[in-house]
């Protein structure tokens, strides 16, 4: 079987808002949602800065009972797997559970609890460990926990595949649904901030600022410095085109395609060579039937860092040279590097594609590349196509394409 596989719902929890109404006004406004770290205390990094959630009231969407047993990337998790399946309709008590699945991605996993797993373990004995918390530590606890909140049955899988995780999982759960193996899929990604994995950032010289200036996410700016950390989950509902029409579903969009790719690289490094990011945007286009001339918007993964940003502007410059430019936008500075942050990267072009309007990246004045950066405001424009990219240290890369609805 291959079936269609469309947008019908999303769910969002952000440092631009709860719910993908908040932040669509945001985004679309221009909002930069890069502040001090308020979470904890920054005084002995260099960075300060982060894109934090707040405004999150997880008992509004996750009953008590299974809330005290969740960590925080997990409440975020269900509480957008909940938002999504209720922005689609789905009434789960008259739909076979057993055919909808959450496929979830994630980088880090809950690193709050696994500092503090670690911590008590070590400093005090395996005997001193709260079992609570040991559930929490397996990279697959946030899908769990939504599918047990929810009561989903079908399949349940966690991707972690760095920068690109929840644009991988985005791709294996649109695959299920064109195979018939489900009905609907969850699918996403999130990661947290916490002290653990701020130091670690930081200590690899992952942060801006890495060489001077001040500390900004400024994606494809000849002045950036470095990504800031940032935090979040999104997931979008996938169905089938059928299913969706059969039942009166709004469609934000198309899943028409995807591609993936690879390069020799350091762990924590890109390659010099743009090919493996050209040939992912490739093979998202040729699955989905298009041409470098009908995208209309690149939603990039440039978050301001000084070797993944130049990367990725190469493989535009060439994947797109001599032909239409299309309008390019990074979420990144607005909200900054979450890494699993494709889900909600998606749900922003889905809008994008629904509304007729591309979001402007904050912090961007004097682009490295001859490429179209929506910069100082959104810009209202017709997208029929886009690109969602993903570019994981490593060399990894993931492009989705949405289309949109017919």
């Not at 709004?250 to 995807?258: F, L, P, Q, R, S």
């Amino acid at each position: 079987m291959s079936r269609r596989v469309v947008v019908t719902g999303m769910g969002l929890v952000t440092p631009l808002g709860i719910g993908w109404k908040t932040f669509a006004d945001n985004l679309f406004g221009g909002v930069c949602a890069i502040h001090p770290i308020e979470g904890f205390d920054t005084t002995s990094f260099k960075s300060k800065m982060g894109g934090e959630v707040h405004d999150f009231a997880p008992a509004d969407f996750i009953s008590g009972r299974t809330l005290r047993r969740m960590d925080r990337l997990s409440r975020m998790v269900t509480t957008s797997a909940r938002m999504a399946l209720e922005d689609a309709g789905i009434d789960l008590d008259g739909t076979d559970r057993n055919r909808i699945g959450i496929v979830m991605g994630t980088a880090f996993g809950a690193t709050d609890v696994a500092a503090r797993f670690a911590g008590t373990l070590f400093t005090d004995g395996p005997r001193r460990v709260n079992p609570i918390l040991v559930p929490n530590t397996v990279m697959n606890a946030p899908a769990g926990h939504a599918a047990i909140e929810l009561g989903l049955r079908g399949i349940n899988t966690t991707v972690n595949h760095r920068e690109a995780s929840a644009e991988t999982a985005i791709a294996y759960a649109a695959t299920q649904i064109r195979q018939g193996r489900a009905d609907v899929i969850l699918a996403g990604g999130g990661d947290i901030l916490s002290p653990f994995f701020f130091t670690v950032l930081e200590r690899f010289m992952a942060l801006s600022p890495q060489d001077g200036g001040g500390e900004q996410a400024r994606p494809f700016g000849r002045d950036r410095n470095g990504p800031v950390a940032g935090e979040g989950a999104g997931l979008l509902c996938l169905e089938s085109l059928e299913s969706a029409r059969s039942r009166g579903a709004t469609v934000y969009c198309e899943i028409a395609g995807w591609g993936m790719s690879s390069a020799p690289a350091p762990a924590n490094d890109w390659p010099d060579d743009p090919a493996a990011m050209v040939s992912a945007m490739q093979k998202a286009m040729a699955m989905g039937d298009v041409r470098p001339g009908d995208i209309d918007t690149i939603s990039a993964a440039a978050s301001g860092g000084i070797r993944s940003d130049r990367l990725e502007a190469r493989a535009l410059e060439q994947l797109f040279e001599g032909g239409q430019q299309p309008a390019v936008t990074a979420l990144k500075g607005a909200m900054g590097e979450n890494f699993a942050s494709g889900g909600i990267r998606s749900a922003a072009m889905a809008l994008s594609i629904h509304h007729g309007i591309v979001p402007p990246t904050p912090g961007v004045e004097n682009p490295i590349a001859s490429i179209d950066v929506v910069s100082a405001k959104s810009r209202k424009m017709n997208t029929n196509h886009g690109l969602i990219n993903a570019c994981a240290s490593g060399g990894t890369f993931v492009s989705l394409l949405l289309k949109k609805d017919p």
